[in-house]
């Protein structure tokens, strides 16, 4: 009989006790973390004989969520595991990636693998994304400083978040280069026009609007992670004991910290970008042929396949099973990016079969970040991508070009 169950349960206890604990460093503040070697040498090797010490002995990006659970501060953990509702859409994220199969050519010259991209005149080594997620500095003190070191060091794009830790010029620093900048318009335009100027000051080449969050969603799965969180929390979540801090990116501008909901917002939002930036802009969350023709009419440089990772809207439909309509509707006028469920090069492969032409990872980066900071990340980007050669390798598509619909099948 396998003893999955049981190892579950003790790694639940181990969570509670940790996050009680009086013993590791992280418990006297907010974003303090423990390490592997810090916990293996406090005798819990029984529990945690699973975990890699160093972030090069990860073998998948699952040894990475191991370590970044049992290191990091549950809350902050909750936060990245978080879907919504029963989480049936985090589920078939992963579910429509599992359901398809890759069609293997044989007798093919693959002496010789190419994954590199293509994106508005700019080549990219990999088409693996590093997509936007906020507030890094909860999972590593390095933040998003770190993950930039990661991208630069392994020559992928990076999408800095709207809520992120770490205003975009110290960012764009650590990059090397511009990143791409995600952005939640708020209901304030004023505060929109502020940003949006200060990114493009910045440099960079291209906003990416999310429009699949108009109103809070029902993270319940972040809620019961933050109620085994038995630290003080208050000096990090608030300023003084009054209000949540501002995010670096809307400091100095009217907005309250909490006012990135946009249920108004219509397609004529476009629009009024165009009218105050020169910036590339591409919608993130799309998920139906419908809205994909209407961004393209809209004038969209590229269209984003997301359903926020399973953390906006409950549909319960997978990203790559919304893929093959985009790409219909899109009908390769502009590029499309997707993210959704993405946790190996295989999911990668599948993705490009479907129609993406660029792939963003979201939480294994994440729990690379949380593990070991930018060792962490640079080890998840690596993995990927070895999966992704690997995986084209074996199935006769020495290019991306190579890559399509027969590449890939469903029973």
């Not at 906003?207 to 109620?227: C, F, G, K, Y």
């Not at 946790?343 to 990668?348: E, I």
């Not at 060792?375 to 084209?392: C, D, S």
């Amino acid at each position: 009989m396998s003893d999955a169950p049981h190892t579950e349960i003790r790694r639940r206890d181990f969570i509670r006790w940790l996050a009680a604990s009086p013993l590791l460093p992280y418990l006297g503040g907010c974003n303090a973390f423990g390490t592997p070697d810090t916990i293996a040498q406090q005798g819990r090797s029984r529990t945690l004989d699973d975990l890699v010490m160093e972030a090069q002995k990860a073998l998948d990006v699952f040894d990475m969520e191991k370590v970044a659970e049992a290191v990091m501060p549950p809350a902050h953990f909750g936060y990245i595991q978080t879907g919504v509702d029963g989480e049936e859409t985090q589920r078939n994220n992963r579910a429509g990636f599992e359901d398809l199969y890759v069609r293997a050519r044989r007798l093919i010259d693959v002496s010789k693998i190419d994954t590199s991209v293509n994106l508005f005149g700019r080549e990219w080594r990999s088409p693996i994304v590093i997509a936007p997620a906020g507030s890094h500095r909860a999972f590593h003190e390095e933040a998003e400083s770190g993950t930039a070191r990661a991208a630069r060091a392994r020559g992928h794009l990076q999408v800095l978040s709207s809520v992120s830790s770490t205003a975009v010029e110290e960012v764009n620093e650590a990059r090397g280069e511009p990143v791409w900048y995600q952005l939640y318009a708020t209901s304030n335009w004023s505060v929109t026009q502020d940003v949006v100027a200060r990114v493009r000051e910045a440099g960079c080449p291209t906003i990416v609007l999310t429009v699949d969050l108009p109103s809070n969603s029902n993270r319940l799965t972040q809620e019961r992670w933050a109620r085994i969180d038995d630290r003080n929390c208050a000096g990090c979540h608030t300023e003084g004991g009054q209000a949540p801090p501002v995010k670096p990116m809307y400091q100095g501008t009217s907005s309250p910290p909490s006012d990135f909901r946009t249920p108004a917002m219509t397609w004529d939002f476009i629009g009024r970008l165009r009218e105050i930036t020169d910036q590339r802009i591409i919608v993130k969350g799309l998920v139906t042929h419908e809205d994909a023709t209407l961004a393209v009419e809209h004038g969209v440089d590229a269209v984003w396949v997301s359903n926020h990772g399973g953390r906006s809207e409950g549909s319960g439909r997978a990203t790559i099973n919304a893929l093959p309509e985009m790409a219909e509707a899109v009908d390769g006028r502009v590029p499309i990016i997707m993210d959704g469920g993405v946790r190996r090069g295989t999911d990668v492969f599948k993705a490009l079969a479907r129609g993406a032409t660029a792939v963003a990872v979201g939480r294994p980066y994440l729990w690379g970040l949380g593990a070991f900071g930018q060792a962490g990340v640079e080890r998840v980007l690596e993995i990927l991508q070895n999966e992704l050669e690997v995986t084209m390798g074996l199935a006769g598509t020495p290019s991306i070009a190579d890559i399509g619909p027969a590449s890939v099948g469903k029973e």
